[in-house]
């Protein structure tokens, strides 16, 4: 929104820098710290009067879980409002995919939002069923990869990119939905999935979130893309505004969410925040890389599919307990150790993502 002052600049006035995506980035990441900041104890309040007894606790998880019942949950509501605020005051509202990411982001946090009520108001774990989150879910996912088939040039559209190789695509024609909303759900339930312990993966997502944001910068900028040889896809760019105002909201929220918690993000935040990576791995031609940068999420996803299916099959577990972060706290590990030590993981996939730019 506030890019169109850019018009008002003459020479070298103040309003001139609002031209630069660099700029309006670092001013939606500080708009959002703040944001977060501001309403994060206030949120916090509201949702704990509201809630009650706040997110229900697994009867069959970890015994140190039992010590975090009361606290509440749908803090994923202060990550969108900042990330709402900053991105509708900085970026270029004429964009499409701003508005695919928006789209995807906050229909994914609407699904996770009915979840969290259903359980604080249930004061069960089950929430709505599964079946109609994931359905809903592909029904945003397929309207967003039609949008976005529909926003990329000529030359992209309905392409699989591949990283390392240079300019090479696959044209995946009437299948480029379908693989858009494979990525697109596929990273919201997985990060869904991470998030089982305080901290444990909102700072993975911001990681990630950087990481793209980067690439996404990197890809809309034709001298960037020609250097590095890959795909050029004209506007992306535009989304280093929506992932700097992932960061400045997700760094507010952790403000509150370090151990021990005074708030869960709730699949409101984890849903959505998990849509937009994939939202924007699809509009950046990057969806294999994002298989690299959120590896972290892919293995935590694994590890249930792993553990389902082995049960099933010979009635025995492959992990002591599934997501796998549930695993090494019943080896023992503690808490504060799993986070910091996913953490540092998620770090050394993103920079293994990131060398993929230029090793063409």
Same mark, same amino acid.
């Given at each position: ?17 609002? +031209? ?7 001013? @939606? ?61 900085? @970026? ?30 249930? $004061? ?6 599964? +079946? ?26 309905? $392409? ?7 300019? @090479? ?185 990131? @060398? ?5």
């Amino acid at each position: 929104m506030l890019y169109w002052l850019s018009g008002l600049a003459e020479g070298g006035d103040l309003f001139n820098l609002f +031209r630069y995506i660099t700029f309006r980035a670092g001013a @939606a990441f500080f708009t959002a710290l703040i944001f977060g900041f501001l309403f994060g104890r206030p949120l916090i309040d509201l949702l704990r009067r509201r809630q009650g007894k706040g997110q229900p606790i697994r009867d069959d998880g970890p015994q140190s879980h039992f010590a975090k019942a009361g606290t509440p949950t749908m803090g994923g509501l202060l990550i969108l409002s900042a990330i709402l605020v900053s991105t509708l005051l900085w @970026a270029r509202l004429d964009n499409p995919y701003i508005w695919i990411v928006l789209f995807v982001t906050f229909g994914f946090g609407l699904i996770g939002f009915a979840d969290d009520y259903a359980k604080v108001t249930k $004061q069960n774990t089950k929430g709505v069923s599964s +079946r109609v989150r994931f359905l809903l879910g592909l029904l945003i996912a397929a309207l967003a990869g039609g949008m976005a088939a529909y926003a990329h040039p000529a030359d992209l559209t309905n $392409q699989l990119a591949f990283p390392i190789f240079k300019n @090479a695509l696959l044209n995946l024609g009437w299948f480029f939905v379908p693989f858009a909303m494979v990525v697109i759900v596929g990273a919201a339930n997985a990060v869904n999935l991470t998030d089982g312990l305080d901290g444990l993966a909102i700072m993975p997502v911001m990681i990630a979130g950087a990481t793209l944001g980067i690439i996404a910068y990197a890809v809309g900028r034709s001298d960037f893309t020609e250097y590095l040889g890959v795909h050029y896809v004209p506007g992306s760019g535009e989304i280093l505004i929506f992932t700097a105002a992932l960061i400045g909201g997700g760094l507010g929220f952790l403000w509150y969410n370090a151990p021990p918690a005074a708030v869960f993000m709730g699949d409101t935040g984890s849903l959505a925040l998990g849509g937009a990576l994939g939202a924007i791995a699809v509009v950046t031609k990057h969806e294999i890389v994002l298989a690299i940068v959120g590896g972290l999420f892919v293995v935590e996803a694994l590890s249930v599919i792993i553990q389902v299916l082995y049960f099933k099959r010979t009635g025995k577990r492959v992990f002591l307990m599934a997501p796998i972060h549930h695993h090494f706290e019943k080896k023992g590990w503690a808490e504060p150790q799993i986070v910091i030590r996913f953490w540092i993981i998620s770090l050394i996939l993103a920079l293994i993502g990131l @060398a993929t730019l230029k090793l063409r």
